[in-house]
C-alpha cells in the first residue's frame, strides 16, 4: 500500500479509530501489528511470510546473544541474524544481478553458461526491513542495547507501517521503548502529524509525480539526443523529484506516526543546501547514511586505522551503499562517486585544515556540491551506461546530434520547482521546520495547509510508486 | 529496550562536535552509539483551530472547482478509463460471463454501443478495447490465457494491428496479470468518488492543466498526440465508452482534436515494415486456430474514419496489403466501412472517432451485418428497427434501447 492511495486514506482513518478506542494498551499494540501486517499484505499477501521470517530469526538470534557465553558463540548468532536478511536480500534483490554478472565471468573465460529465468519478484521494502531487523541484532551484538522485553514489541518494532517499506531505517533503541507505555496523540500532534502528512505528499503527489517526473522520463527514456539544455533541465529535474518522492514518503511516514502518538526521527535536512558531501550525507537518508556508518564504515575500521585504511572503508561503504539501491552497476558507479567526493574532500580538508572559507567561497563550495551530486544522479537514474554517457555528454555540450527534447513549459516549471526547493534548503539550512512554523501566524499556516491539500486534491495523483519502493 | 552505551564492546572515535545551527541532533550526529528515542517537537501554535479553518477552505474551494470542472464539461459518473478498469473486464471473461468480446483500439472503444449491442442480440458484450494499444497482442493473450469459446470482435484502426506491441495498452496487461489488493482496492474507492466528483479526471489533473498552456512555445519540439489531446471519452462502469460530447460542440475543442492527429500537409506517414505484416498475420493466424479449436470465432471490424483520415491511412498502406491481406492471413470474415453504405456515411467529428449518437448508429449497423453473415450473432425477437445514418443527429441519450425516428 502506498501512502498516495485511496485505500491508505480509508486504511488510516480506520487506524486512527482503532487506536484511539479505550482498548488495553496490548490490544492497541496487536491492533497496530495486524494493520501493519495487512499494509504490507495489500502489497503482494506471499511476501509477508519473508517479513515474518525476518522478524523471528532476529528475535531469536537476539535472545540467544544474551543466553550463550563465549565470543564465537555470540558471533555465531550473530552472523546466522546477518546471513538469514543478507541471504534473502540477496536472493531477492540480487539473484538475476549475480546470475547475469556470473554468466558474464563465464563468457570471458570461455565457457558459455546461460543463467536460468528465475523471475524473481523483489519484495517491495525488504532493503528497510532487514536493514531494520539487523540493526537490532547487531545492538545487542555490540552491546549498544538489551533485547526487547517482549515479542509483541520487537514485532512491532520491524512491521510499523509508517516506516515498514521505505523507512526511515529507523534502530530498535529508537522505537521499542515508545511501545513500553500508552501512547496517544493529543489534538496537536494529531494536527500537526496530519500537516506533515500533507506537506509530505504535496511534495510526492504534486511536485515529484505531477511536475518533475514527465521531463525526466522524456530525456532519460527517450529516443531523442539532448543537448546541454534538456539534459541539465532533466538531471535537475530528478534531483528535484527524488528528493520530493523520498522526503515526501519520511515526512508523511513521520506525520502518520505523530498522528498515532509515536516519534520517528529526521530522515532529510534540507540536503540541497549542503556544503560538502560529508555535509549532504549528513542531510540526505540520514538514517540509511547513519547504518551504512555505524555498521559497515566503522567495523571496516572507519577513520582509527590511518588515512589508506579510511580511504578504503569510505570507498567501499559508498560502493555497497550504491548497490544496496539497486541491483545494477550503475547504482555501484553512483556509490563510488559519491565515495570519490567524500575521499577527495576528505583530503583537501586535511591538506587545507587551516582554511575557513568566506561567505562566498562558502556559497560557491555549496554550489558545486549541488553540481557534483546531480552529475552522480545521472548514474542513480539511468538505465544503463549507455543511456548515461548520453545524459552526461548532453549536460557538458558533447552530444554531435543533439536536437530539442522537452516543450518549454517543462523547462518553466522544472526551473521554477528546483529553483523553489534550493532556495527553500538554503532558507531551512541551519533551522527546522518546527522552529520556522512556530513564528508563522496561524491563518497564514491554515490558508498554506489548505493550498497544499487543495492542490494534492486537484492534483489527483495516480498512486504512483515510491521511487525509493524498490530499492 | 534500554540504551546499553557503556556496554559497548567496540570503541568509536567518530565523535564529531555538534554542528552549530542544529536544533534537533539526528543519527548523523550520534556515530557508533545506540540512537535515543526520537523527540520532535510541536510548533506552539493552535493547531486544531489551523486545522480546522484550513478543512473550510479546502471545502470550499474544492466546491468550487468541482463547479469550475462541471462548466467544462466533466460528469460525476465518468470512472476515467484505466488498467484496472480494463483488468476487471478481463476478469468476468475468465469467469465466463460473456460470450462476445470486443478488442481493438480506441475506435473499437468509443464506437461501440454496449447498450444497442445488448439491445439487439440480448447479449451485453464485454468491451476489451483500449485506447491507443493494439488489438494483437490481447488478441493473442485471448487465445493464450483464457478459455473463452465465444466470439471475439476485433476493432482495427487500418494499420494499428501491426504495431511491434501493446502500446498503451501494455499496462493493462501488467495489471491484469498482476494487480495488489491495494491497487484494486483504490480503483473501487475512486470509481465510487467518480460517481459524486465530476472533476476526478486524469486528463484535468493540475499539471496537466498546466503543460496544455504550451502551445508548441520551444521551436523543434512538438509535443505528441496522447500528450496534447484533451479529454476525448466519457467511460461508464463497465468501460462503455463514448466521445465526450464537447468535442461535438466545442469548435475549438474539435479542431484542436483534428489538429492532434497530424495530418497536415507534408507529414507522411512511417511505412509498416514487412517483418511486422509477416508477425502480424502469423500471430493472429495463429491466435484464430486456437480460438477456433475451443469453439470461438474471430470476426474483424474496420470503424469508419473521415476522408482525410482515410486518405492519410491509405498513404500508409493500402487496404489491399492491410486489411484485406490480414484477413486472408487469419482467414477470418470482417466488416469495412467502406464497404457498407450505413456505416460509410458515419463521419466523426473529429476525424477519428463516432459521435455517441453515430456510435450507436454504427453498432446497430455492424450487429445486423454480423447476423446475417454468422451464426454467432443473432437479432433477438423485438429486437429495436434499424437505424439510420440521419439518426446521428438525434439525442443520444435513449438511441440505444429504440428504433430509428428520423425521416430519412
Known sequence: ?471 | MSSADSGMSERVDEREPVRPGFVRLTASDRPGVAQPVPVRDIPPRPWPRIFASAMLILLVAVGAWEWRMRAEGLEAGDIDDGPSAWAEQRRRVDAGEANVVLVGDSRMLFDSDLDRYEALTGVRPIQLAIAGSNARPFLVELAEHSPFAGLVIVGIAHTTFFGPDAGLGRGALERYRFESPSVRASFQLHRALSHAFAFLDDRFRLSRLVHFLDDDWRDGVRIGTAERLWKLGVTGDDRQTWLWPRIETDVRLRDHQRAAWGLGAGRKPPPIAQAAIATAQRELHDAVATIRARGGEVVFLRPPSDPRFRMFEEQQMPRAQAWDALLAAGGVMGLHSDDDPVMHALVPPEYSHLSRACATVYTDAYVRALALRTPRVALRPGAPPALVPADCGMPPADLALRGSKSKD
Not at chain 1, 506533515?196 to 511534495?203: A, D, E, S, V, Y
Not at chain 1, 518522492?245 to 498522528?259: H, K, N, P, Q
Not at chain 1, 541491483?327 to 577527495?344: I, P, Q
Open chain 1, 1 to 471: 500500500m502506498v501512502f498516495n492511495s485511496l485505500t491508505f486514506v480509508v486504511f488510516f482513518t480506520c487506524v486512527l479509530a482503532l487506536h484511539s478506542l479505550p482498548l488495553p494498551w496490548t490490544v492497541r499494540k496487536i491492533n497496530l501489528l495486524v494493520a501493519s501486517y495487512l499494509f504490507y499484505a495489500a502489497w503482494n499477501p506471499p511476501f509477508v511470510i519473508l517479513l515474518w521470517i525476518s522478524t523471528v530469526v532476529d528475535w531469536w538470534a537476539a535472545k540467544k546473544l544474551v543466553s550463550v557465553q563465549g565470543a564465537n558463540a555470540r558471533r555465531a548468532w550473530m552472523l546466522l541474524s546477518v546471513v538469514a536478511n543478507l541471504g534473502m536480500l540477496a536472493y531477492f534483490k540480487y539473484g538475476e544481478f549475480l546470475m547475469e554478472n556470473f554468466a558474464a565471468l563465464m563468457a570471458g573465460l570461455g565457457v558459455a553458461w546461460q543463467p536460468p529465468q528465475l523471475d524473481i519478484v523483489l519484495p517491495v521494502g525488504i532493503s528497510f526491513y532487514t536493514f531494520a531487523t539487523m540493526s537490532y541484532t547487531l545492538d545487542v551484538y555490540l552491546r549498544r542495547a538489551a533485547p526487547a522485553r517482549n515479542f509483541l514489541d520487537y514485532a512491532l518494532f520491524v512491521t510499523f507501517f509508517p516506516h515498514l517499506v521505505a523507512g526511515p531505517i529507523l534502530r530498535p533503541t529508537e522505537l521499542v521503548p515508545q511501545f513500553e507505555s500508552p501512547r496517544r496523540a493529543d489534538a496537536n500532534q494529531l494536527c500537526f502529524g496530519l500537516a506533515l502528512m500533507t506537506i509530505g505528499l504535496f511534495q510526492k503527489v504534486v511536485l515529484a509525480d505531477g511536475f518533475l517526473a514527465g521531463p525526466v522520463e522524456k530525456v532519460y527514456d527517450g529516443a531523442k539526443i539532448p543537448g546541454v539544455l534538456d539534459a541539465w533541465v532533466a538531471t535537475l529535474a530528478f534531483g528535484g523529484q527524488i528528493f520530493c518522492d523520498f522526503a515526501g514518503y519520511s515526512t508523511t511516514a513521520i506525520g502518520a506516526a505523530m498522528c498515532l502518538g509515536f516519534a520517528m526521527p529526521d530522515n532529510f535536512r534540507f540536503p540541497y543546501a549542503a556544503i560538502g558531501f560529508s555535509d549532504f550525507w549528513r542531510r540526505w537518508h540520514i538514517t540509511l547514511s547513519a547504518w551504512l556508518r555505524d555498521y559497515l564504515y566503522i567495523p571496516l575500521g572507519g577513520n582509527r586505522h590511518g588515512p589508506a585504511r579510511t580511504y578504503f572503508a569510505l570507498l567501499a561503504t559508498m560502493l555497497l551503499g550504491g548497490l544496496w539501491h539497486g541491483a545494477s552497476w550503475t547504482f555501484v558507479v553512483w556509490g563510488g562517486l559519491h565515495g570519490s567526493y567524500l575521499a577527495g574532500e576528505r583530503f583537501l580538508r586535511a591538506r587545507y585544515a587551516h582554511l575557513r572559507p568566506s561567505a562566498a567561497q562558502a556559497f560557491a563550495l555549496g554550489v558545486l556540491t549541488f553540481l557534483l551530486v546531480h552529475v552522480a544522479w545521472v548514474f542513480f537514474r539511468a538505465h544503463t551506461f549507455g543511456g548515461a554517457w548520453r545524459v552526461l555528454a548532453g549536460m557538458f555540450a558533447a552530444n554531435a546530434g543533439a536536437v530539442p527534447v522537452l516543450p518549454a513549459i517543462e523547462i518553466v516549471t522544472t526551473v521554477i520547482i528546483v529553483t523553489g526547493i534550493v532556495a527553500a534548503h538554503a532558507f531551512m539550512r541551519a533551522r527546522t521546520l518546527e522552529s520556522v512554523l512556530a513564528t508563522v501566524p496561524a491563518p497564514v499556516l491554515s490558508g498554506a495547509w489548505a493550498l497544499l491539500a487543495f492542490a494534492i486534491v486537484i492534483e489527483q495523483g495516480s498512486g504512483n510508486a515510491f521511487i525509493y519502493f524498490q530499492f
